[in-house]
């Protein structure tokens, strides 16, 4: 019989690439959406259209602040893999909401782990945490380093990270955690800075327009494709024994040199005038201003530099990156592009 998986977070990025992923290794996915007065599941009504009417993807109502809902699907789909990818994962939000991000990022994870360890204890789990746990530990991190965690949301994932370890331990569960740095994609959020960037790439490259604010420029991170992140994971959960692994390329950008990089898929440099929160970039042919910074975007604490060590998955896992940070970005503004014209 094909295996069933049963994924929490379906409707974000990586849950549709894990869908699309899963669904090619001829499992029966079944993903948990939230309710919503407006329609929030763009990423996977592709997926949805080709693959339901197939059933080789069905959709739920849940949410993981929902102790009763989750062990009620568990229960009925008794899948024999879970992802828990639902989180609040906006740093700045998490800042914002704090209550709420514990509520779904930590206490969401136990909610799934207490339901496996009373509904079936053979079910493989995989947790989503983050290299927003190392905080502003040395770089670069592995899965040895220290967790220092500077935001709410880095915060909450730590106590997820700890309390799929202790199920893990105390009731024989294969639970893993995939630590993973920064993916971005096509399909990122609309409100990461990664996204905010190509999308006002895009829109310079149709109209000549561009109102681009950000904030800390100099913060480097370790960015790679959400495309290859999402078999890492898979590749977690068949191991003979649960582990917890750093999935990154091993290679930092600051957000600047990503900026850049942006721009010059539309053959356009940037040019630097200003320092600080007076900093701008210009466009470097007819000196448009492009990009221009506000504090109210810098968090209250900031993460300086992310860049992970993933060895241990090259090792165990045979996992490595493939898709380049220039390729994904090109990916990104290119699609981008698409959108625009398309409206």
């Given at each position: 019989?094909?295996?069933?998986?049963?994924?929490?977070?379906?409707?974000?990025?990586?849950?549709?690439?894990?869908?699309?992923?899963?669904?090619?290794?001829?499992?029966?996915?079944?993903?948990?959406?939230?309710?919503?007065?407006?329609?929030?599941?763009?990423?996977?009504?592709?997926?949805?259209?080709?693959?339901?009417?197939?059933?080789?993807?069905?959709?739920?109502?849940?949410?993981?602040?929902?102790?009763?809902?989750?062990?009620?699907?568990?229960?009925?789909?008794?899948?024999?893999?879970?992802?828990?990818?639902?989180?609040?994962?906006?740093?700045?939000?998490?800042?914002?909401?704090?209550?709420?991000?514990?509520?779904?990022d930590a206490i969401g994870t136990l909610r799934i782990l207490e339901s496996i360890k009373n509904v079936n204890k053979k079910i493989r789990f995989y947790q989503a945490s983050t290299s927003e746990m190392f905080g502003n530990t040395k770089a670069p991190q592995n899965e040895l380093s220290n967790f220092s965690p500077v935001s709410p949301y880095g915060t909450s994932k730590l106590?997820?990270?700890?309390?799929?370890?202790?199920?893990?331990?105390?009731?024989?569960?294969?639970?893993?955690?995939?630590?993973?740095?920064?993916?971005?994609?096509?399909?990122?959020?609309?409100?990461?800075?990664?996204?905010?960037?190509?999308?006002?790439?895009?829109?310079?490259?149709?109209?000549?327009?561009?109102?681009?604010?950000?904030?800390?420029?100099?913060?480097?991170?370790?960015?790679?494709?959400?495309?290859?992140?999402?078999?890492?994971?898979?590749?977690?959960?068949?191991?003979?024994?649960?582990?917890?692994?750093?999935?990154?390329?091993?290679?930092?950008?600051?957000?600047?040199?990503?900026?850049?990089?942006?721009?010059?898929?539309?053959?356009?440099?940037?040019?630097?005038?200003?320092?600080?929160?007076?900093?701008?970039?210009?466009?470097?042919?007819?000196?448009?201003?492009?990009?221009?910074?506000?504090?109210?975007?810098?968090?209250?604490?900031?993460?300086?530099?992310?860049?992970?060590?993933?060895?241990?998955?090259?090792?165990?896992?045979?996992?490595?990156?493939?898709?380049?940070?220039?390729?994904?970005?090109?990916?990104?503004?290119?699609?981008?592009?698409?959108?625009?014209?398309?409206?």
């Open positions: 019989m094909k295996k069933k998986v049963l994924i929490f977070g379906v409707t974000g990025q990586d849950g549709s690439y894990l869908s699309e992923f899963l669904i090619k290794k001829k499992y029966i996915v079944h993903g948990v959406k939230r309710r919503s007065s407006s329609f929030n599941t763009s990423r996977i009504d592709n997926l949805y259209e080709k693959y339901s009417k197939k059933g080789m993807l069905y959709l739920h109502y849940g949410d993981v602040t929902d102790s009763l809902n989750i062990q009620s699907l568990i229960q009925k789909i008794r899948p024999d893999e879970i992802y828990n990818l639902a989180a609040q994962s906006h740093v700045k939000v998490s800042f914002e909401t704090p209550e709420y991000t514990a509520n779904a106590f997820s990270y700890w309390i799929t370890k202790n199920y893990r331990d105390a009731y024989g569960i294969f639970a893993s955690n995939g630590i993973l740095f920064n993916h971005e994609s096509p399909l990122r959020g609309e409100t990461f800075v990664t996204r905010k960037i190509t999308m006002q790439v895009a829109k310079y490259f149709i109209s000549g327009k561009c109102n681009l604010v950000l904030g800390n420029l100099n913060a480097l991170r370790d960015w790679g494709d959400a495309r290859d992140y999402v078999e890492g994971m898979w590749k977690m959960l068949q191991l003979k024994t649960p582990k917890d692994y750093v999935l990154a390329t091993g290679k930092s950008y600051s957000i600047k040199s990503f900026l850049e990089e942006a721009f010059k898929v539309i053959g356009v440099r940037v040019k630097w005038k200003g320092k600080g929160l007076n900093i701008r970039g210009y466009d470097l042919v007819n000196n448009k201003l492009l990009v221009s910074v506000n504090k109210k975007y810098y968090r209250p604490n900031e993460v300086n530099h992310l860049c992970g060590d993933a060895r241990q998955a090259r090792r165990d896992l045979k996992w490595k990156p493939k898709i380049s940070f220039k390729q994904m970005i090109s990916d990104m503004v290119r699609n981008d592009i698409e959108n625009y014209q398309k409206t």
